[in-house]
């Protein structure tokens, strides 16, 4: 028996044509949607995200616009750029592309996250956005763990009841991916690098997310026969550039009842997840002028 593979570049269109017709419902109201991303300095990985997310933006039918600030800029600047564009009531999505130039990290990349209204922090990352995620109230979920929910749905899976590992424990994949399987009813486990016996943990899980960020960990023998076991993995090999998952596919396809590839698996569900949260954010705002 071999897995049935799930086709995220599929579910991807699929949910960016969900969203399509949303942006059209609120257009023939008169609002457009709008995502701005802040992109300051020249990372050219960062670059190509960047015109990624403009460019599916715009498929939609959003207003998708990055605003280029120069490497030099300051956290002065940017926190100026911020509250702009936070008062900016055609911008409904905004996230700073991450990483900040210059040296700009920890704390005033935290300070700045938060700094964004978190109706509009579409990436979901504000505490207040994890807050409500935690307490189960409406929220703009972090963007990959979002996608992999509905990965898993449209695979036919229904976490209820089901038994839940996500291996890594990341504010932006881990932990939301966790607090997300659990609101769905999953029973859930987070293991971490220092989680005795991963592969005893894992061989219990109905639903396997392994986001870690290290080629091939997850072995044909840690997968629960029939299991629906999701790679979130994207390490680069710096030799060949190609993209290698955390799971041994050509082993784990043999045992896993469904699985995603690397790449073409949850990848593409991250930028359409950011255009859901926008679209979401952009509906929420049109329903409180209304109020
Ligand atoms: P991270 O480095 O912040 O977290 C990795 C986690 O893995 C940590 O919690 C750590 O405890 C755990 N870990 C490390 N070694 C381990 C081991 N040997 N056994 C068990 N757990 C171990 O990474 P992240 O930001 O959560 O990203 C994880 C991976 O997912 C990376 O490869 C990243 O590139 C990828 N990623 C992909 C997408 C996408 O859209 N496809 C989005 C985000 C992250």
Redesign the pocket.
């Known amino acids: 028996m071999t897995a049935t593979i799930i086709d995220g570049r599929a579910v991807a269109a699929r949910l960016r044509a969900e969203v399509a017709v949303r942006v059209d419902a609120l257009k023939a109201q008169g609002l457009t949607p709008g995502l701005t991303v802040v992109l300051a300095g020249d990372d050219p990985a960062s670059a190509t995200y960047v015109r990624q997310k403009e460019k599916m933006a715009a498929e939609v039918g959003m207003n998708g616009r990055t605003l280029r600030l120069s490497a030099d800029v300051s956290v002065t600047a940017l926190e100026r750029v911020v509250d702009e564009l936070n008062a900016d009531p055609s911008v409904h999505g905004l996230l700073l592309q991450l990483p900040l130039p210059g040296g700009i990290g920890g704390d005033a990349v935290r300070a700045l996250q938060e700094r964004i209204r978190p109706e509009k922090d579409v990436d979901g990352l504000h505490p207040i956005n994890v807050g409500r995620l935690l307490s189960g109230a409406p929220t703009l979920p972090s ?2 763990p979002a ?1 992999i929910m509905r990965l898993i749905a449209d695979a036919g899976v229904d976490p209820q009841g089901r038994r839940a590992v996500v ?8 932990k939301p991916m966790a607090l997300l399987l659990l609101e769905a009813n999953a029973t859930v486990t987070i ?5 005795p016996d ?1 592969p005893a943990v894992c061989r219990e899980a109905d639903i396997l997310v392994a ?4 080629p091939g ?1 997850v072995r044909r023998d840690w997968v629960k026969p029939g299991a629906c076991v999701i790679d ?4 680069r090999d710096p030799a060949t550039g190609k993209l290698a998952g ?1 799971v041994a596919f050509d082993e784990v396809v043999e045992v896993a009842g469904a699985i995603t590839p ?1 790449p073409g ?3 593409p ?2 930028v359409a997840s950011l255009l859901a949260n926008t679209c979401t954010a952009a509906e929420r705002a049109f329903a409180a002028a209304r109020r």
């Open positions: 963007c990959t996608g291996i890594g424990r990341s504010a932006i994949v881990g293991c971490h690098s220092r989680t991963l986001a870690v960020g290290r960990l979130v993995g994207t390490t955390d690397v698996g949850v990848g569900m991250t």
